[in-house]
């Protein structure tokens, strides 16, 4: 043992620190395609906030990379470690501390994951309802990264669901911002300031969150289109119409097939359907009310004809979860396919079709293979990039996030910049917006202990 | 002419620069009571995002405050007036830049108000649908103090419909944050931070606010209870039966009076129920659908009386209508009746009951008069202070935040902490955060050119 990680052991306990061999793998990586497991100088597993404290006022001290970890469920190696670095993880910081029904808000600690949550919440007739497509994440994860989702279109992003945090500072003070209530004016909002900063401003050790009523009436339209054009161009109708779809997702028929044969889903559609439609529309709908339900998927099956559909299938409950769920493992068939890269690039719902046309040109001009589904009731495009020149998929990931931000997007809708895209962020940002975000930074973390490397570098 | 006033003359045209004896008695308060009008250096009324750009240069240049101001609608003194500084009133920059249908979403300028939008966004069948009561309010106002209303406990404040700004810095630099999208996980959220700031770290020149569907079935249900105490307890339980109401509102009995006698209304109401009823429960349903409005009209009904009410009344549009005109000039009726001061702290909803026992037990042990209203869905309570002495005021208002803050709340749910509470937050809150965000602060505006003696001193 080191000295820093024997003064790491004083705090946590010994039996709480890794170091060298003794690292497990998973504690090495996330999920972020192309990025090599780093290694750290320890992991340590704090019990409670005065612990995390403790760490971070020693690495402070020490001038020490600290990099947050949850579940590793994330997309961008934000919590790819720092060989010069110590992982702060926080599966043992696992608890949900309190559901509370009247206010309709559940508190937990960083480690707990949506699963756990979903559980718990769904036994009071509530939901937490964000939903990003992995439920072993943690909701420090979530909030570290501001994750979103499918049901975004209709509940907004983890942004929208958190009301208040309790975070440990780089110098080891620990802040309480935030409630329970959804309106303030009362100084900045650090709360929101922190969601979203991916570890570099503060390690967020508890969260309230907001709940909502739990609707136990769901149903599933599947709708196939002739082109994808015709689907990117129904979207926006599809959400003026007033319906308030819970998910409204485009998916291509690579994707599809990829899809539906990743979770061995038959949907028992015409095979006449399944070789004329290049891509599809689902859309889910959920009510307090059966008469309802059925109301507003007639409704949404008109239309859905109305703007070209070849067909509107109302599928049954469980195939409905089904293809729910082989469309939240989009990710997962990507890289099952040796997918090179995956990006989830946003812009304006109403832009996805010229987006999508520019992406197109740009595959057939750089020789890469680029199929996507997405959240198309919210503009979040999901891509999965094939191109094995590392330089030239490079300038691919380039293009492809200055066309979205010149539709007036962003480079990441959910999955964060982490470390993978950090130097894509600093390239085609405002250099203003830059400095100011690293003055920001230097206001929170004066020694630039907190997961340096990230977002900008 | 000063050497300031013609360089920003030449700025803005000198027919847009008033010193001295020049400058409109409106420009030297807003709407805080007891804080004494302050005349500026001068108030500028650039017509342009470059034009502001160049006045905060020359303002940072020569070190002086700026003071953005809109309509002047605010509530604690944000946009008072430094007698050492400048204002920049926007209302000049009051156009609709765009009404977007497909994405939902406006882009304005800050000096076009809530009125100007509605009617905009009406003929769309569309609406923004933050309405803090107050329709000749700016948005750049509304941006700057987050500003709430009655609306939030369905659509939340400003915080959550405003999508993306255009903003100066201290600097004369001009940034762009957010945009036409709800989600992103692209660095810091700039456009959260700004929003509440009440001008301390950038005057937004442009908001792209989040439109939704305009219901067009609208039913206002009154519900009086023999005491305040039984219309707190039933606030949770509304909320938790799932009818999503657009308004959820208490009113108290001296409120309830005096609003309606302010407003002319008279409800019909049974004498029996005046003289009897202590306190009101008002909610406001809506629903795209004429049958379904119907069917939660009754369940709205019904469960109100199985929470105590002594009847309840579904008021007819125009009455309803006006009912929540009148529970919107509360603050004029307070003002009207000489109320001393007016605060709007916001506890987690089911403790409104506690912090009213509280504040009762003040209000004896003071020798004050305290009553109030409040947005009791989301815990917001506002309250009418009559106490003439100033110190014993003071120190009312200081226990008042206390005591809201040690159940879990906050100073201020809507209007602000502006010059007129600042020193009770300096005084409240945790020295920590409070040093935190003069450190972001910092990071903004390195001179402290932006509204100094707002927020904190």
Request: glycine letters at 10%; charged letters at 20%.
């Amino acid at each position: 043992m080191t000295d820093l990680s024997e003064r790491l052991a004083a705090v946590v306990g010994a039996g709480n620190v890794t170091v060298g061999d003794a690292i497990a793998e998973d504690d090495t990586h996330d999920e972020a395609l192309n990025m090599d497991p780093v290694v750290p100088l320890a992991v340590v597993r704090p019990a409670d906030t005065a612990e995390v404290a403790a760490v971070l006022a020693i690495a402070d001290e020490t001038g020490t990379p600290v990099t947050a970890r949850g579940m590793g469920t994330g997309m961008s190696g934000a919590c790819r470690p720092r060989e010069d670095g110590v992982v702060v993880a926080f599966d043992r910081m696992n608890r949900i501390l309190e559901i509370d029904t009247a206010n309709h808000t559940a508190t937990v600690q960083p480690g707990v994951t949506l699963a756990e949550l979903d559980a718990a919440t769904a036994a009071e007739g509530l939901v937490y309802p964000v939903f990003p497509g992995e439920n072993s994440a943690s909701l420090g994860g979530n909030v570290a990264t501001n994750a979103g989702g499918m049901r975004a279109v209709k509940y907004g992003v983890t942004r929208h669901n958190v009301l208040g945090i309790e975070a440990v500072l780089a110098t080891g003070e620990t802040i309480r911002s935030g409630g329970k209530y959804v309106k303030a004016s009362s100084g900045y909002d650090l709360t929101q300031l922190v969601i979203g900063s991916e570890g570099t401003l503060a390690l967020v050790t508890e969260a309230t969150l907001r709940l909502r009523p739990r609707h136990p009436h769901v149903a599933t339209v599947l709708a196939p289109f002739a082109t994808l054009d015709q689907v990117t161009h129904a979207v926006p109708k599809v959400v003026t119409a007033g319906l308030d779809p819970l998910m409204l997702e485009y998916i291509d028929l690579l994707t599809m097939a990829a899809a539906t044969a990743y979770v061995g889903l038959e949907l028992g559609l015409p095979q006449e359907i399944k070789d004329t439609a290049l891509a599809y529309l689902l859309v889910v709908l959920e009510s307090p009310r059966a008469d309802r339900l059925d109301q507003d998927v007639e409704a949404t099956a008109e239309l859905l004809g109305e703007l070209g559909a070849m067909d509107v299938f109302v599928l049954p409950a469980a195939a409905g979860a089904q293809l729910v769920d082989a469309r939240e493992k989009a990710f997962w068939v990507a890289k099952a396919g040796n997918a090179d890269e995956i990006i989830d690039t946003v812009v304006p719902r109403a832009s996805i079709p010229e987006f999508l046309a520019a992406v197109s040109t740009l595959a057939t001009d750089t020789g890469s293979w680029i199929a996507g589904c997405g959240h198309a009731g919210d503009g979040n495009v999901h891509l999965a990039i094939f191109q094995p020149d590392v330089e030239v998929r490079d300038e691919v990931l380039h293009r492809l996030f200055e066309m979205g931000m010149e539709l007036g997007g962003a480079i990441s809708g959910e999955h964060g910049l982490g470390k993978q895209k950090a130097h894509h962020f600093i390239a085609l940002e405002d250099p203003a917006k830059l400095a100011l975000m690293r003055r920001i930074k230097g206001a929170f973390d004066p020694h630039g202990i907190l997961n340096p490397g990230t977002i900008y570098d």
